[in-house]
C-alpha cells in the first residue's frame, strides 16, 4: 500500500459494518499500519542516529544565517547604533517592527494546531503538532530579538517592564505598545510550558530506550522522572485540556494587540478597526504557511511520511485557502472603507498604497496571499508536494510584504507633502533579514535531532490499539 | 540485600488493563497504579479515580493574576504617579483590560504547568522505573509491596488471572 494511491476520500469496507454491511472508513491517521512500538522506533530513530547530508547542509546554511544576523546586531546596532539601518525621519519604523510582526505572526499557526483544533476535537492535530509548537516558540524568540534592537540601547531593554526604580518611571499602560509587551512574554512563557507539558512524557519514552548513560541522564532529567503512571496522566489530560483554553484566546489577543500598536494611532492606513481580526487571519495564514515549508522537508528527511500524511499536509491547505481568502477580503474591504469614510487622507494612502512608489511591494503582497492559494480549489494541487512546497515559499514572502506595505506605505506619505520621504533598506536591514531566517532555521534543525518531533504519546491515544500489525494482514491491498 | 518492592502485571492491549484495574479497586488496595504509554480513556473510571481537581488550581491562579493586573496599574497609573495622557482619566479602565486578561492566563497557565507536577512528586531525579516498554507499547498494573496484608504468591495468581501476559516481581537494593 504506498502512499501515492491514498487519495484521501473515505474507502468503502464491504461487509465491515455492525449489521455485516458496507462500512465508510476515514483514511488511517497513521499510514502502514504501525504498532505502538513501531511509531516509538520511527519517531526516535532520527534522535538516535549521525544526521544525515541534507541536514548538514541546512544547518551549514542556517548557521550562516545565523551569524550574519547575529554579527548586524553587534557590530551595527550595538556598537554603531541605529545610523546603520535605514530607519530616518519620517519612517521610524522600519524593518525592525517588520519583521517583529512577520515572526510573531508565524508563531500562530502553532498554537491554533496545538490548541484551538484540541478543543474542537481535530484529530489530526497529533502528528504535527509538536513540530508546528516549536516553530511557534522558535519564531516568538526571533520575534522578541527585533524589538529590542529597535529601542537602540539593547542594554536598557528591561525598562520596558514596570519595576520600581530609582527614577520613579512607570511604563504608560495606556499605551499599546506596554500591552505587547506584557501579551508577547505571556505567549511566549505560555507555549513554552504548553509544549513541554506534551514533551514530558515523550521525553520519558527516549530516556527508557537510551542506551548511553549521559543520553539517559540527559533525557532523565528532561522528562522531570515521568514514568507514566495513570495517577498523573489524569492530571496531564486536564492541564492539556486547560491549556489549550487558556492558549486559544491568548493567541487571539496576542495578534489583536500586535495591531492595537498600529490601529490606536491616527496614522491613514493604519487607524482602522478592521486591524484586529485582520491581523490575527494574516498570522494565521502565514504561519500555516511557514508550518508547511518546514513539515515538507522534514517528514521526508526524519521518514515520518506515515505520520505527516498527505492528508495532514491537504488539511493544511485547506486552511491556507480559507484564510487566503479572508486576507484578500480585509485587503479589498480596506479600500472600501477608505473610499466609504469620504476622508482625504484615508483615499489617498490606499491609491498610493496600490498604485503610488511601493506598488511592486503591494502586488507582491495581493498576489501572493489572495491569489496564489485560490490553486488549492483543485484537490490534486493540494496534495502535490512541489506545488504546495512552492506556494508555502510564496505565502512567506506575500506575508512579509503585507508588513512592509502597511508599515512603509503609511509612514513615508502620511499628511503634509514637505513631510514626506523614501524608506530604503539599508544591506544591515538586508542581513537582519535574511539572517533572522538563518537563526530560526538554525534553532528548529536543532530541535529536528534532539526532540522527538511528532507527539508519541498523543499520536498512540489517537491510533487503535487492534490497528497495529494486524491491519496489514487483515487488509492486504489497498484496502485504505 | 534486594527488597520486594510489588508485583507487576504487563498487559499488551489497553482494553485489558482497563478490565484488570477495575477488579483491582474492588480489592481496596493503598499502593497500586496503573502505568500507560499514553493517556487510556475509562482507566479513571476503572481505578475509581475522580476528575482532576486541576481547574480549581488554575482558576484560583487566575484570579490571583487578574487581582494582581489591576492593582498593578491602578496604583501606577492612579495613586503612585498620576500623569496626564491627552486628557484621559488617570485610572482610564479600559486600557488596562488586555494586561488584565494577560496576567489572568499567565498565572492560570503557570500554576496549571506546575500543579501537574508538583502534585505528582516531580521533577524526581531517580524515579522507579518498574519497566522501560510501559513508556512505549505494553500497559501495567502494579499493586505495592507495602499494602496490608501482601501476599506475594496470592497477588501473582490475582493478577495471572486478570490476563496478564507477564507477571514480574520488582525489587531494589535496600539501602
Given at each position: 500500500?504506498?502512499?501515492?494511491?491514498?487519495?484521501?476520500?473515505?474507502?468503502?469496507?464491504?461487509?465491515?459494518?455492525?449489521?455485516?454491511?458496507?462500512?465508510?472508513?476515514?483514511?488511517?491517521?497513521?499510514?502502514?499500519?504501525?504498532?505502538?512500538?513501531?511509531?516509538?522506533?520511527?519517531?526516535?530513530?532520527?534522535?538516535?542516529?549521525?544526521?544525515?547530508?541534507?541536514?548538514?547542509?541546512?544547518?551549514?546554511?542556517?548557521?550562516?544565517?545565523?551569524?550574519?544576523?547575529?554579527?548586524?546586531?553587534?557590530?551595527?546596532?550595538?556598537?554603531?547604533?541605529?545610523?546603520?539601518?535605514?530607519?530616518?525621519?519620517?519612517?521610524?519604523?522600519?524593518?525592525?517592527?517588520?519583521?517583529?510582526?512577520?515572526?510573531?505572526?508565524?508563531?500562530?499557526?502553532?498554537?491554533?494546531?496545538?490548541?484551538?483544533?484540541?478543543?474542537?476535537?481535530?484529530?489530526?492535530?497529533?502528528?504535527?503538532?509538536?513540530?508546528?509548537?516549536?516553530?511557534?516558540?522558535?519564531?516568538?524568540?526571533?520575534?522578541?530579538?527585533?524589538?529590542?534592537?529597535?529601542?537602540?540601547?539593547?542594554?536598557?531593554?528591561?525598562?520596558?517592564?514596570?519595576?520600581?526604580?530609582?527614577?520613579?518611571?512607570?511604563?504608560?499602560?495606556?499605551?499599546?505598545?506596554?500591552?505587547?509587551?506584557?501579551?508577547?512574554?505571556?505567549?511566549?512563557?505560555?507555549?513554552?510550558?504548553?509544549?513541554?507539558?506534551?514533551?514530558?512524557?515523550?521525553?520519558?519514552?527516549?530516556?527508557?530506550?537510551?542506551?548511553?548513560?549521559?543520553?539517559?541522564?540527559?533525557?532523565?532529567?528532561?522528562?522531570?522522572?515521568?514514568?507514566?503512571?495513570?495517577?498523573?496522566?489524569?492530571?496531564?489530560?486536564?492541564a492539556c485540556l486547560i491549556l489549550s483554553g487558556l492558549a486559544t484566546p491568548l493567541v487571539l489577543s496576542v495578534h489583536t494587540i500586535v495591531s492595537f500598536d498600529f490601529a490606536t494611532?491616527?496614522?491613514?492606513?493604519?487607524?482602522?478597526?478592521?486591524?484586529?481580526?485582520?491581523?490575527?487571519?494574516?498570522?494565521?495564514?502565514?504561519?500555516?504557511?511557514?508550518?508547511?515549508?518546514?513539515?515538507?522537508?522534514?517528514?521526508?528527511?526524519?521518514?515520518?511520511?506515515?505520520?505527516?500524511?498527505?492528508?495532514?499536509?491537504?488539511?493544511?491547505?485547506?486552511?491556507?485557502?480559507?484564510?487566503?481568502?479572508?486576507?484578500?477580503?480585509?485587503?479589498?474591504?480596506?479600500?472600501?472603507?477608505?473610499?466609504?469614510?469620504?476622508?482625504?487622507?484615508?483615499?489617498?494612502?490606499?491609491?498610493?498604497?496600490?498604485?503610488?512608489?511601493?506598488?511592486?511591494?503591494?502586488?507582491?503582497?495581493?498576489?501572493?496571499?489572495?491569489?496564489?492559494?485560490?490553486?488549492?480549489?483543485?484537490?490534486?494541487?493540494?496534495?502535490?508536494?512541489?506545488?504546495?512546497?512552492?506556494?508555502?515559499?510564496?505565502?512567506?514572502?506575500?506575508?512579509?510584504?503585507?508588513?512592509?506595505?502597511?508599515?512603509?506605505?503609511?509612514?513615508?506619505?502620511?499628511?503634509?507633502?514637505?513631510?514626506?520621504?523614501?524608506?530604503?533598506?539599508?544591506?544591515?536591514?538586508?542581513?537582519?533579514?535574511?539572517?533572522?531566517?538563518?537563526?530560526?532555521?538554525?534553532?528548529?534543525?536543532?530541535?529536528?535531532?534532539?526532540?522527538?518531533?511528532?507527539?508519541?504519546?498523543?499520536?498512540?491515544?489517537?491510533?487503535?490499539?487492534?490497528?497495529?500489525?494486524?491491519?496489514?494482514?487483515?487488509?492486504?491491498?489497498?484496502?485504505? | 540485600?534486594?527488597?520486594?518492592?510489588?508485583?507487576?502485571?504487563?498487559?499488551?492491549?489497553?482494553?485489558?488493563?482497563?478490565?484488570?484495574?477495575?477488579?483491582?479497586?474492588?480489592?481496596?488496595?493503598?499502593?497500586?497504579?496503573?502505568?500507560?504509554?499514553?493517556?487510556?480513556?475509562g482507566l479513571d473510571p476503572a481505578m475509581g479515580l475522580s476528575r482532576s481537581w486541576l481547574p480549581w488550581v488554575t482558576l484560583t491562579f487566575a484570579m490571583i493574576g487578574l487581582t494582581?493586573?489591576?492593582?498593578?496599574?491602578?496604583?501606577?497609573?492612579?495613586?503612585?504617579?498620576?500623569?496626564?495622557?491627552?486628557?484621559?482619566?488617570?485610572?482610564?479602565?479600559?486600557?488596562?483590560?488586555?494586561?488584565?486578561?494577560?496576567?489572568?492566563?499567565?498565572?492560570?497557565?503557570?500554576?496549571?504547568?506546575?500543579?501537574?507536577?508538583?502534585?505528582?512528586?516531580?521533577?524526581?531525579?531517580?524515579?522507579?522505573?518498574?519497566?522501560?516498554?510501559?513508556?512505549?507499547?505494553?500497559?501495567?498494573?502494579?499493586?505495592?509491596?507495602?499494602?496490608?496484608?501482601?501476599?506475594?504468591?496470592?497477588?501473582?495468581?490475582?493478577?495471572?488471572?486478570?490476563?496478564?501476559?507477564?507477571?514480574?516481581?520488582?525489587?531494589?537494593?535496600?539501602?
Amino acid at each position: 500500500m504506498a502512499v501515492e494511491q491514498v487519495y484521501g476520500t473515505p474507502v468503502l469496507n464491504e461487509k465491515k459494518g455492525p449489521l455485516g454491511g458496507p462500512r465508510w472508513d476515514r483514511e488511517p491517521l497513521v499510514l502502514n499500519g504501525r504498532t505502538f512500538h513501531q511509531i516509538t522506533e520511527d519517531v526516535c530513530a532520527p534522535l538516535e542516529r549521525m544526521p544525515s547530508l541534507p541536514w548538514i547542509i541546512a544547518f551549514g546554511f542556517a548557521l550562516l544565517g545565523a551569524a550574519i544576523f547575529g554579527s548586524v546586531i553587534v557590530s551595527g546596532t550595538l556598537f554603531t547604533g541605529m545610523g546603520m539601518h535605514g530607519v530616518n525621519h519620517p519612517t521610524g519604523w522600519g524593518v525592525h517592527i517588520v519583521n517583529f510582526v512577520f515572526w510573531i505572526g508565524i508563531g500562530h499557526a502553532g498554537t491554533l494546531i496545538s490548541a484551538v483544533l484540541f478543543l474542537f476535537r481535530q484529530k489530526w492535530r497529533t502528528g504535527v503538532n509538536r513540530s508546528a509548537e516549536a516553530m511557534t516558540i522558535f519564531a516568538v524568540m526571533t520575534a522578541g530579538v527585533f524589538p529590542a534592537v529597535h529601542v537602540g540601547r539593547a542594554w536598557f531593554v528591561y525598562w520596558m517592564l514596570p519595576y520600581p526604580n530609582h527614577r520613579y518611571l512607570w511604563p504608560n499602560f495606556n499605551s499599546p505598545l506596554v500591552w505587547d509587551i506584557f501579551a508577547i512574554s505571556t505567549y511566549a512563557t505560555i507555549s513554552i510550558f504548553f509544549w513541554y507539558m506534551g514533551l514530558v512524557p515523550d521525553f520519558a519514552t527516549v530516556r527508557d530506550r537510551a542506551i548511553h548513560p549521559l543520553r539517559k541522564k540527559i533525557y532523565g532529567l528532561l522528562s522531570l522522572g515521568w514514568t507514566g503512571s495513570n495517577r498523573a496522566w489524569r492530571h496531564w489530560e486536564i492541564a492539556c485540556l486547560i491549556l489549550s483554553g487558556l492558549a486559544t484566546p491568548l493567541v487571539l489577543s496576542v495578534h489583536t494587540i500586535v495591531s492595537f500598536d498600529f490601529a490606536t494611532s491616527i496614522v491613514p492606513g493604519w487607524h482602522a478597526t478592521i486591524f484586529p481580526p485582520y491581523f490575527v487571519v494574516g498570522a494565521i495564514f502565514s504561519g500555516f504557511g511557514m508550518t508547511l515549508t518546514l513539515l515538507i522537508p522534514m517528514r521526508s528527511w526524519l521518514k515520518l511520511e506515515d505520520y505527516i500524511t498527505m492528508n495532514h499536509l491537504e488539511a493544511t491547505n485547506k486552511i491556507l485557502l480559507a484564510t487566503g481568502m479572508i486576507v484578500g477580503f480585509a485587503y479589498s474591504t480596506e479600500f472600501f472603507m477608505a473610499a466609504y469614510s469620504g476622508s482625504h487622507w484615508e483615499g489617498f494612502i490606499f491609491r498610493n498604497r496600490a498604485f503610488g512608489t511601493y506598488w511592486w511591494a503591494y502586488w507582491i503582497m495581493f498576489s501572493c496571499n489572495a491569489f496564489v492559494p485560490q490553486i488549492f480549489w483543485f484537490k490534486k494541487m493540494r496534495r502535490s508536494i512541489p506545488v504546495m512546497f512552492v506556494v508555502s515559499l510564496l505565502v512567506n514572502v506575500g506575508m512579509w510584504f503585507e508588513r512592509y506595505v502597511i508599515i512603509v506605505t503609511s509612514l513615508t506619505q502620511d499628511f503634509l507633502p514637505q513631510n514626506w520621504g523614501l524608506y530604503v533598506m539599508s544591506p544591515f536591514d538586508w542581513g537582519l533579514t535574511i539572517g533572522s531566517f538563518g537563526w530560526f532555521f538554525m534553532f528548529f534543525l536543532l530541535y529536528c535531532r534532539t526532540f522527538p518531533t511528532v507527539a508519541i504519546a498523543e499520536v498512540k491515544s489517537v491510533h487503535n490499539p487492534d490497528d497495529g500489525a494486524g491491519v496489514a494482514a487483515q487488509h492486504p491491498q489497498g484496502a485504505h | 540485600m534486594s527488597e520486594l518492592r510489588g508485583i507487576y502485571g504487563v498487559f499488551r492491549h489497553p482494553d485489558d488493563l482497563i478490565h484488570a484495574a477495575s477488579k483491582t479497586t474492588e480489592r481496596n488496595y493503598e499502593s497500586w497504579d496503573c502505568f500507560t504509554p499514553y493517556p487510556v480513556h475509562g482507566l479513571d473510571p476503572a481505578m475509581g479515580l475522580s476528575r482532576s481537581w486541576l481547574p480549581w488550581v488554575t482558576l484560583t491562579f487566575a484570579m490571583i493574576g487578574l487581582t494582581t493586573a489591576v492593582t498593578l496599574q491602578v496604583t501606577i497609573m492612579g495613586f503612585n504617579w498620576p500623569m496626564n495622557f491627552g486628557g484621559r482619566p488617570f485610572i482610564a479602565f479600559p486600557d488596562f483590560v488586555p494586561i488584565m486578561f494577560e496576567l489572568s492566563v499567565l498565572f492560570g497557565g503557570l500554576s496549571t504547568f506546575f500543579g501537574v507536577f508538583l502534585s505528582q512528586g516531580m521533577p524526581n531525579l531517580k524515579p522507579t522505573i518498574i519497566d522501560k516498554r510501559f513508556t512505549d507499547d505494553r500497559f501495567g498494573l502494579w499493586i505495592g509491596a507495602d499494602n496490608e496484608g501482601f501476599d506475594p504468591d496470592e497477588v501473582k495468581q490475582f493478577i495471572q488471572e486478570l490476563g496478564a501476559d507477564e507477571v514480574l516481581e520488582h525489587r531494589e537494593d535496600s539501602e
